[in-house]
Structures are given as structure tokens and as C-alpha cells.
């Protein structure tokens, strides 16, 4: 992937693990931008959301006046890559949300927070992945969602032997209930630069 073709990404910055999203985007030779305000985020062509807390994130956005750009810029078509609290984020419907907890949208899915129970369920898996071909995924999960429903239009990318939703896919929107970026997995970056590449040369 050719980072340098393509307008800068940005890694929402409020919380979450930020440094190893920015990180995996410059290995891949992205212009990489933290985002914590409406300017910067419309300096951007596309985001990452990352792990974190998904409540909180959501009570900062709202602080820091960066909800409502967010939404519309998901609703344009801006690209996203969520992955955790990431994908909460970006999900229609939560289950086990805290009182007021409010997500951005843009996914027709229904997710379940900590759908794996607290810090010390942790657990690292390897995934079939299809549409990422081989290897399987190396996948960390911590503190994890799932997707509990999915709309038609959202393209199920890996679930778990007992069936539960992991990773998904619907246009531009990209969610993993895991972390690629603390396993050393670029694969699910490129993809959102590749999303990136295409919304661009759509607008020009």
C-alpha cells in the first residue's frame, strides 16, 4: 500500500490505544494524524477507533464537540476501522450499555459489550479469515464485544466456533471485536487504507 497516495488517516485520540494504531498505519506508510477536534478531523480521509472504553469515549466525544462530526462524516462515507470499543462505537445497537451511553452508528449491527466478561477473561484465538486470506489471524481479545445481530447489507468477516460475530464489514465500515494492532497484524489496516484509497479517487 503506497501510504503516500493517499490523504492523511486519523486515529481518534480522546482514549483507547492509540500509539499502536498510529504505529501499524506508518509502518504501512500512512500520514498519520491524532484526532481529538472537529478541525483536525476534517483534515482527515479517514479513521481509526480504537480500543479503549467505549462509555468514555463516547462521554469525550460529546465534550469535545466531536460527535456530530463524526456522525455526519460517517453517514458521507467516510471510512472507518473500529476495533473494540471501536466497533461499539461505530454499531446502531448496544446491548448491556451503561445509562446514556450513545454510540456513533453507521454499522447495522447490534453488539453486546464485554460480551466475554471482565479483564481476566482475555483470550488470544487464531481466525479464518476468507476475504484476508492465509495466515489465520492472530486475534486478541480483550474485554470483548460480539455482534449479536447483523443487518443484510454488513458482510460477516470471521465468528468464533460457536458462532458469534467478531469481524464485520458494511460499505466503508470496518469492526474487529479484537486487536490487531497488539499482534502484530497489518492486514485489517490495509484493508481500511484500501477503503481509504477508494473513497478518494471516488471524490476525485
Do not use: W
Amino acid at each position: 500500500m503506497a501510504g503516500s497516495a493517499l490523504p492523511p488517516v486519523g486515529v481518534f485520540a480522546l482514549q483507547g490505544d492509540v500509539r499502536e494504531h498510529v504505529a501499524v498505519l506508518r509502518e504501512l506508510g500512512a500520514d498519520v494524524r491524532e484526532v481529538r477536534t472537529p478541525d483536525q478531523l476534517a483534515d482527515v480521509g479517514g479513521l481509526v477507533l480504537p480500543g479503549g472504553e467505549s462509555s468514555v469515549m463516547d462521554k469525550l466525544s460529546r465534550l469535545f464537540g466531536l460527535r456530530e462530526p463524526l456522525r455526519a462524516r460517517i453517514a458521507a462515507g467516510m471510512p472507518v476501522y473500529g476495533t473494540c470499543a471501536g466497533m461499539i462505537m461505530l454499531s446502531d445497537r448496544v446491548l448491556d450499555a451503561i445509562d446514556g451511553q450513545l454510540t456513533l452508528g453507521g454499522l447495522d449491527v447490534t453488539v453486546r459489550r464485554n460480551a466475554f466478561g471482565n479483564q481476566l477473561d482475555s483470550f488470544e484465538t487464531d481466525l479464518a479469515i476468507p476475504a484476508l486470506g492465509d495466515p489465520a489471524v492472530h486475534a486478541v481479545f480483550i474485554r470483548a464485544p460480539v455482534v449479536v445481530d447483523a443487518g443484510v447489507g454488513v458482510e460477516v468477516l470471521s465468528a468464533l466456533d460457536d458462532g458469534r460475530i467478531v469481524a464485520v464489514e458494511q460499505g466503508r465500515l470496518l469492526a474487529t471485536a479484537f486487536h490487531p494492532e497488539v499482534a502484530g497484524e497489518t492486514r485489517f489496516h490495509e484493508r481500511f487504507l484500501a477503503h481509504v484509497a477508494a473513497a478518494e479517487n471516488a471524490a476525485s
